[in-house]
Nanobody, 126 residues
Framework: QLQLAESGGGLVQAGASLRLSCAAS????????MGWFRQAPGKEREFVAA????????TYADSVKGRFTISRDNAKNTVYLQMNSLKPEDTAVYYC???????????????????WGQGTQVTVTS
């Protein structure tokens, strides 16, 4: 069973960049497609990006395409989300999660991912 811990959030101005990290403990991290999701106050958790277990395929929500980049380092059991040109509407708690089952492709459905980290707050001011 993986355990996930996000870090790297913060308070920034519009146009700034942040790099989120998600460190995984447990075996077989490299077998899981990993996803980043976010949840703004009063809104449902939404898909942001995913990276296939092989890192060969990356998928992004339209709202972040061209600004965010997902990557992973399986040797370090870590997945990253580089966020550039941040906008106030990117403000949310960001979560990483593992897609079930192992060796499966990505999905935008939050119910297909577990476990979840505790989240890291990203606040973007105008």
């Amino acid at each position: 069973q993986l355990q996930l811990a996000e870090s790297g959030g913060g308070l920034v101005q519009a146009g700034a960049s942040l790099r989120l990290s998600c460190a995984a403990s447990g075996r077989a991290f490299g077998s899981y497609t990993m996803g980043w999701f976010r949840q703004a106050p009063g809104k449902e958790r939404e898909f942001v990006a995913a990276i296939r277990w092989s890192a060969a395929i990356k998928t992004y929500a339209d709202s972040v395409k061209g600004r965010f980049t997902i990557s992973r380092d399986n040797a370090k059991n870590t997945v990253y989300l580089q966020m550039n040109s941040l906008k106030p509407e990117d403000t949310a708690v960001y979560y990483c999660a593992a897609k079930m089952p192992p060796l499966s492709g990505y999905s935008v459905n939050v119910n297909e991912y577990k476990p979840w980290g505790q989240g890291t707050q990203v606040t973007v001011t105008s």
